[in-house]
């Protein structure tokens, strides 16, 4: 399998499970799909007018999870988790059924997405992948929350920070390298919230699915899950999970540097709204093997690219 060709998945691959939001159980199958098609939903719930493309200027919801819609009000939520595991995994194109409004939310990481799909396996074409490379310097500020991207040379650079009152939590940094490091501990980072939050969120309509097995619900300097963390950076890891899944609403992986301080939903769509608005801001690029130095496909960055 060449790793700069586009790719798809093997077989059909099942989930089933909860809506985290809406408490709806819900299936989901992504498909394989032909070179160039991208990722795109389809409701199969719905007979006509049922086909999503999570792109960013089709967000339409960021309030605790990322919400795509067609022109015609049809509705798909919490897609970032299976964004990032599909992003993570060099996944181009696929097809994905589901037959309510929200992904399921598993158990609030991407981990049983990134096993099943690599179980059942990736498949490539003989077509380029396509890749987005940053060229100038782009910032997006609200308050005391900012994002910026920046060009890289050949990789994508994610330095995140959260900052929480509540003491277990506190401050947090990570800096990955998405195409070089090993990502099991973003993957399997779980969404988390404050006990205290959690009545409000439920007054809003939100997290009917949620509970202790699919989030991490800290109470002042307590983790209520029995089983604590998976890693001790789980929390900024998760967003960082978060916001792998979505940049990839900007239909291709890219070449950039990234920094996030106190970011979730809203920066990274507002920040990808203001790059692609003016094209002097970024190229894609059509990646071939031939056309790549030597020293380039000797690291395995490519593998991860594509």
Do not use: W
């Not at 940094?173 to 969120?201: A, H």
Request: aromatic share 8%; proline share 3%.
């Amino acid at each position: 399998m060449s790793y700069l060709n586009q790719k798809t998945v093997k077989n059909p691959i099942k989930f089933e499970g909860v809506g985290l939001h809406s408490g709806k159980e819900v299936n989901i199958c992504i498909k394989p799909s032909q070179p160039n098609t991208g990722i795109f939903f389809k409701r199969v719930d719905i007979k006509s007018n049922n086909i999503i493309y999570p792109s960013f200027a089709n967000v339409t919801n960021t309030s605790l999870n990322t919400t795509i819609s067609n022109e015609f009000g049809i509705k798909v939520s919490t897609i970032e988790h299976l964004m990032a595991a599909l992003f993570g995994l060099g996944v181009d194109n696929a097809l994905i059924e589901i037959d309510s409004e929200e992904v399921p939310i598993l158990d609030g990481s991407a981990k049983e997405f990134v096993k099943k799909i690599t179980e059942i396996g990736i498949v490539s074409s003989e077509i380029p992948i396509k890749i987005i490379k940053i060229k100038k310097r782009v910032e997006f500020i609200d308050g005391n929350k900012s994002m910026i991207i920046e060009p890289a040379k050949l990789n994508l650079n994610i330095d995140f920070e959260i900052k929480f009152e509540n003491s277990l939590i506190g401050n947090q940094r990570n800096k990955i390298k998405v195409y070089e490091d090993d990502l099991t501990n973003i993957y399997n980072s779980r969404t988390f919230c404050l006990f205290d939050d959690i009545e409000k969120i439920k007054k809003n309509g939100l997290a009917k699915g949620g509970s202790l097995e699919n989030a991490i619900v800290v109470k002042d300097s307590e983790i209520l899950n029995k089983e604590g963390l998976r890693n001790e950076k789980e929390f900024v890891n998760h967003k960082i999970l978060d916001c792998i899944g979505d940049l990839y609403t900007c239909g291709y992986r890219m070449l950039a540097n990234i920094t996030c301080s106190q970011g979730g939903h809203y920066l990274t769509n507002q920040l990808l709204r203001k790059v692609f608005n003016n094209k002097d801001n970024f190229t894609v690029l059509e990646i071939k093997e031939k056309s790549l130095p030597h020293t380039y496909i000797q690291k395995n960055i490519l593998k991860s690219i594509a």
